[in-house]
């Protein structure tokens, strides 16, 4: 399961940017000498160890209580050293700047249908037996390995247990990746991988896939049969195996696919856009939802209809394995990747309807200034939180109607500016 499902699904949910910073050419406080600098930097970084070291010992206790043995934990923090660069990385992270369909752009490129293809061919056998064997569609499989390691090509060369004692010593978010940390070293007292053979992401994410180490221990599998669940491997296939197995212990439907491009008809009512609205694609159909040809989508259940970018962009019909992989990423643009990438790999085509491109994503402050002037005008969002759920999203549909607007629910650019300024636009 990728880390990102827990560190950065909000924002990306979101389609978020945060404020750029203005451009500064000087700065008007004094700066110390470089080599002032580098001394400062040097005891910095050596007050941290000491912090750290002795917050090691300390976890040992902890560690012993949850079953890791005293010869684990001197193999596993030999060498370990406090990660300056982890905690850089982690207090520096920015918004996901993209629109959805600059994200999509990416993640369903042609170079990254095309290389898919070609891992598909190199790896068809095991990709074909993984497929038989869990009932996951062996491109849904390989788009997942695309867009988390460029199908193997990017699995991090972070030692795990260094990035995740820095991030747990460091106290933000402490208590889970203490919780992670002493996963990882139940994995390495399995003996599936040795400490330094470990490696993955800053963030703690490991392998062809980017498991964090507690759902390594509740998914992965020994696809190889040689006594180990290697992820970490050249060889992709244990990764692979242990993808399908999570995805197949969380529901996955054999042969129904995450989600289909439609149309909708005139004057449709877009408070039907609601994922908590499911009808059979027969029913969706008497609504004037069809296909791009103009025919009924095909009875694979229950479906919801998703407009992803408001009623200017593409519209589709999800079905239970699009809730499926948001377990592995909670973000409608990484699913929608997955599964379209996956839909390329199988020969699909792209998707046909325009996005408004001229449109950016909002950024954090901007999500919240839109969520208060809401509220301020009486259609509460119920909290000022910069994220855009289901009350903010009604809250907007209510305004929409108010002032005779499409109520798709789309909190655009353009919706802001009329609530900053009170002018009428059309959209």
């Known amino acids: 399961?990728?880390?990102?499902?827990?560190?950065?699904?909000?924002?990306?949910?979101?389609?978020?940017?945060?404020?750029?910073?203005?451009?500064?050419?000087?700065?008007?406080?004094?700066?110390?000498?470089?080599?002032?600098?580098?001394?400062?930097?040097?005891?910095?970084?050596?007050?941290?160890?000491?912090?750290?070291?002795?917050?090691?010992?300390?976890?040992?206790?902890?560690?012993?209580?949850?079953?890791?043995?005293?010869?684990?934990?001197?193999?596993?923090?030999?060498?370990?050293?406090?990660?300056?660069?982890?905690?850089?990385?982690?207090?520096?992270?920015?918004?996901?700047?993209?629109?959805?369909?600059?994200?999509?752009?990416?993640?369903?490129?042609?170079?990254?249908?095309?290389?898919?293809?070609?891992?598909?061919?190199?790896?068809?056998?095991?990709?074909?037996?993984?497929?038989?064997?869990?009932?996951?569609?062996?491109?849904?499989?390989?788009?997942?390995?695309?867009?988390?390691?460029?199908?193997?090509?990017?699995?991090?060369?972070?030692?795990?247990?260094?990035?995740?004692?820095?991030?747990?010593?460091?106290?933000?978010?402490?208590?889970?990746?203490?919780?992670?940390?002493?996963?990882?070293?139940?994995?390495?007292?399995?003996?599936?991988?040795?400490?330094?053979?470990?490696?993955?992401?800053?963030a703690g994410a490991m392998g062809h896939t980017q498991f964090i180490p507690t759902s390594y221990l509740a998914y992965a599998v020994d696809f190889t049969g040689d006594g180990k669940r290697d992820i970490w491997s050249e060889n992709p296939a244990d990764a692979l195996a242990s993808t399908a197995a999570y995805l197949a212990r969380h529901g996955w439907v054999k042969g129904q696919p995450w989600g289909v491009e439609v149309k909708l008809p005139a004057k449709f009512n877009y408070a039907l856009a609601n994922r908590k609205i499911q009808k059979s694609p027969s029913e969706w159909a008497r609504l004037g939802v069809t296909d791009m040809s103009g025919l009924a989508v095909p009875n694979h259940g229950q479906a919801s209809l998703l407009l992803p970018a408001g009623s200017d962009g593409a519209a589709f019909l999800i079905f239970k394995n699009f809730s499926v992989i948001e377990t592995y990423n909670a973000a409608d643009a990484y699913v929608i990747g997955v599964g379209h990438l996956s839909d390329r790999l199988k020969g699909g085509s792209k998707i046909q309807a325009n996005w408004p491109r001229g449109d950016r994503a909002l950024t954090f402050v901007e999500r919240k200034e839109m969520q208060h002037l809401l509220t301020e005008r009486g259609f509460n969002t119920k909290g000022v939180d910069g994220r855009i759920g289901p009350l903010t999203i009604d809250a907007v549909r209510d305004f929409q109607r108010a002032q005779g607007l499409t109520p798709d629910g789309y909190p655009s650019l353009r919706l802001l500016k009329r609530l900053r300024q009170g002018q009428k636009y059309s959209r």
């Open 1 to 202: 399961m990728s880390i990102k499902t827990i560190l950065a699904a909000a924002a990306l949910l979101s389609f978020g940017t945060s404020a750029q910073a203005s451009a500064v050419t000087e700065s008007l406080r004094p700066q110390p000498r470089p080599d002032a600098q580098l001394a400062s930097a040097e005891v910095r970084l050596s007050t941290s160890n000491l912090g750290f070291q002795r917050w090691i010992r300390l976890f040992r206790a902890r560690a012993n209580a949850a079953g890791i043995h005293n010869s684990t934990l001197d193999r596993a923090f030999d060498g370990v050293q406090y990660n300056t660069d982890v905690i850089q990385r982690d207090r520096n992270q920015s918004e996901f700047t993209k629109t959805l369909w600059e994200y999509l752009d990416s993640a369903a490129s042609d170079t990254r249908v095309s290389n898919g293809k070609a891992a598909l061919r190199d790896h068809n056998r095991v990709l074909r037996q993984i497929e038989a064997k869990y009932g996951v569609d062996k491109e849904v499989v390989a788009a997942i390995w695309g867009l988390e390691s460029a199908y193997g090509t990017f699995r991090g060369k972070n030692d795990i247990v260094e990035s995740l004692a820095t991030l747990a010593y460091d106290g933000r978010r402490g208590k889970f990746f203490e919780q992670q940390l002493i996963a990882a070293l139940k994995i390495l007292q399995s003996g599936d991988v040795d400490a330094r053979h470990m490696t993955g992401s800053w």
